[in-house]
């Protein structure tokens, strides 16, 4: 996967101009989360976020974007006009392998916003979806090596769970949640191995006052101590860690896509693509 080898050579400059290469060795050029082109809210520059690149038969449209579920956003109309102009080979996806068949373009994206409506195209289209998305366990296990199984567990624990709890995405008590949702529907399904003391709430809340000094609460955690353009806190590290390697994971599905097809469509956060933007111009001119 990693032969952009000439990417090499001007590393030195793409670090002067506010490029990164991450630390597990990347050879894909990548823009800083500290520089990527967001507001202080995190918003992008525009909603959808389009690159488009082309090279000989091979052609990339990347489609970055702020989760939504509104049928009338123009997210899913930049959506359905890639499908349409493009008449992609293949569907890179956010967030795991689509499963899920839709009877309609709405009830697609009322139920998984723009998952759902590149799923539905692409069952349309007879074409495949592939996950872009790094396995959790990967991810857990690269993060508890560069960090520790402390951190990678308190910030799994705290991005994937505790926000969207209080969010409103959970119904249950905190502990029932987690239990049942965070440690037995998620971590353990992924292959994510704790102790029992560690799948605890308990240790969570061990956890919490270690690294913030005080007893946890959900009033408390705050969501800027976890962003990826922050520097306010430990966690904005441990988050920015976790965006590059998905970031790095991302561009090598992406290599290996347009090894097998001419035509790809990517659709995905935006932070990432804005983060991967400098890498894509390269994927496509040395597909083969």
């Known amino acids: ?11 030195s400059i793409l670090i002067c101009n506010g490029f990164t290469q991450d630390s597990v060795n990347s ?10 082109k967001v507001d202080s809210f995190g918003n992008l520059p525009t909603n959808p976020y389009i690159i488009q690149k082309r090279h000989g038969r091979k052609s990339l449209t990347v489609i970055g974007t702020q989760h939504t579920r509104d049928t009338l956003s123009t997210v899913f109309t930049a959506i359905e006009k890639a499908f349409e102009e493009m008449q992609p080979g293949v569907v890179i996806n956010e967030a795991g392998k689509l499963t899920h068949t839709y009877g309609s373009r709405n009830e697609a994206i009322l139920k998984d916003g723009e998952l759902g409506l590149e799923k539905f195209l692409a069952d349309k289209a007879g074409i495949q979806t592939s996950n872009g998305d790094e ?13 520790s199984k402390d951190e990678a567990l308190f910030y799994f624990a705290s991005e994937r769970f505790i926000f969207p709890y209080v969010f409103g995405q959970y119904s249950g008590t905190l502990e029932d949640e987690y239990d049942n949702n965070f440690i037995k529907g998620y971590l353990e399904k992924e292959g994510i191995e704790l102790t029992a003391e560690e799948k605890t709430l308990g240790y969570y809340k061990t956890l919490y006052r270690r690294y913030f000094h005080q007893e946890f609460s ?71």
């Open 218 to 288: 959900l009033e408390k955690i705050n969501q800027l101590d976890f962003t990826p353009f922050g520097t306010r806190n430990r966690f904005n590290s441990v988050t920015r860690k976790s965006k590059e390697l998905r970031d790095v994971y991302l561009c090598k599905q992406i290599e290996a896509q347009l090894k097998l097809h001419d035509r790809v469509l990517v659709v995905f956060g935006g932070w990432h693509v804005l983060s991967v933007e400098p890498a894509l111009e390269l994927l496509v001119r040395q597909a083969r």
């Open 27 to 36: 050879v894909y050029p990548t823009i800083s989360y500290l520089k990527i």
């Open 1 to 11: 996967m990693k032969k952009l080898l000439t990417l090499c050579l001007c590393s």
């Open 135 to 147: 396995p959790d366990k990967l991810e857990f296990d690269e993060l508890s090596k560069i960090f």
